[in-house]
């Protein structure tokens, strides 16, 4: 039965995150500070963009750690709460 008891955490652990992120995505157009939306998660210092006359090259690396470590964070609160 203690199986089905951590299922049934995971289950309500991702509910709650995923309502937490449509919440946070849908207010997000409709806050002023952050433009209008997440336009400045690809425009952090340290992402690259080479422009030339008919091509341009992006790698954004500031914004692939900053996701890196956000997720990151969340997997080891969500491991912290399943550990109960």
Do not use: C, N, Q
């Amino acid at each position: 039965m203690s199986e089905w008891s951590s299922l049934g955490k995971i289950f309500i652990v991702l509910g709650v995150v995923l309502v937490l992120i449509g919440a946070l995505l849908t207010m997000a157009g409709k806050l002023p500070s952050l433009g209008g939306g997440f336009g400045w998660l690809g425009r952090l210092p340290g992402d690259i963009l080479i422009k030339r006359d008919h091509v341009s090259f992006y790698i954004p690396l500031t914004t692939s750690v900053l996701i890196s470590v956000v997720a990151s964070l969340l997997l080891y609160l969500l491991s912290l709460l399943l550990r109960r």
